[in-house]
């Protein structure tokens, strides 16, 4: 073999070597399209334009918060063990974006007439409590149906009271989070910040 040949071998090796990896890579080793903990909802619902009212009996709408990033959470009157955690967890995400904080908004829909703890309205005094008789309400546009389930999260679906959703600065439910009593911290916290990072809006 001349050396005119070996090189050109070496060259066509040296080229081809990619390629046929990324082949190998494509149709044996396909990674996850989507890395996200939260269920991306597919197609995206608009949040309600109805007028409820929050626990002060002033007039409370979701138009009221557009222009921002909104987590939302159903609650009892009797915020149990759980549900004080899901509470918690939203309150340190939203600390954790520093500036940012101001541009995510939090709602809790009281689905009874019970009072709530007092000391439950101290610790969380950004939360919008608002009043809504049952899920009745809720339940034409917070989809409990499955959506797009990146490679981080879970497809065990609950009820409305087992779940965060997310609602994005223009007023579209885009997410739903895994079940409150499984919920963790750290990837919740991280799909929050992606979603401000991501956004030139709200």
Known sequence: MNKSR???????VVCAVPIL???YLHLFSKPQR???????????VDASSTAFRNINGDAFSMSQLKGKWVLIQTIRSQ????????????????????????????VAFVTDDGPLDTLLLRQFPEVHFVRT????????????????????????????????????????????FPENQTLQFEPLRRDISRLLWASNIG
């Open 6 to 12: 070996a090189t050109l071998i070496a060259v066509f």
């Open 21 to 23: 990896a990324a082949a």
């Open 34 to 44: 989507f890395n996200n903990y939260g269920t991306l909802i597919e197609p995206q």
């Open 79 to 106: 915020c149990d063990k759980v549900c004080q955690q899901t509470m918690f967890y939203l309150r340190q995400a939203r600390k954790t974006k520093g500036q940012d904080a101001d541009r995510i908004e939090r």
């Open 133 to 176: 008789s049952g899920l009745g309400r809720l339940q034409g546009w917070l989809p409990l149906e499955q959506g797009i389930v990146g490679s981080k999260g879970s497809t065990e679906i609950g009820t409305l009271y087992d779940h965060v959703f997310v609602v994005d600065p223009l007023g579209h439910v885009m997410m739903r």
